[in-house]
C-alpha cells in the first residue's frame, strides 16, 4: 500500500502535491480533533451529567442556584440547567 501512495504521489505536479499534501494535513487534525472529543466525551460521560436538552455529556459547572444547587451548562447547545432536577434554568437561544 505505501509503495501506491508513493508511485501516486511521484506522478503529481507541485501544486497538485501541494493541494494533496494540505488535504492530508486537514484530515490529519479532524482525525486528532475527533479522538480529543471523543476523550472529552468519556470523561463526561464518566460524570453522568446529561443536557436535557439536546442529551449532550459535554456539560460544565457553572455556578449555584438561588437554592444553592449545583447549575450545569452545556458545551454543545449552551443550555444551562439544574442537574438535580433536571430542567432548565436558562436557553441561551441567542447563540442561534
Do not use: W
Not at 6 to 11: F, G, K, M, R, Y
Not at 75 to 89: E, G, L, T, V, Y
Amino acid at each position: 500500500m505505501e509503495k501506491i501512495i508513493q508511485e501516486l504521489v511521484n506522478t503529481l505536479t507541485d501544486d497538485q502535491f501541494l493541494e494533496f499534501y494540505e488535504k492530508v494535513k486537514q484530515q490529519s487534525e479532524l482525525i486528532k480533533k475527533q479522538k480529543r472529543l471523543n476523550e472529552i466525551d468519556q470523561k463526561f460521560r464518566a460524570q453522568g451529567i446529561k443536557c436535557p436538552k439536546c442529551e449532550s455529556y459535554h456539560c460544565v459547572k457553572n455556578g449555584h442556584n438561588s437554592e444553592g444547587k449545583q447549575k450545569y451548562l452545556c458545551k454543545n447547545c449552551r443550555a444551562s440547567f439544574d442537574a438535580s432536577r433536571n430542567h432548565f434554568i436558562y436557553l441561551n437561544h441567542l447563540i442561534y
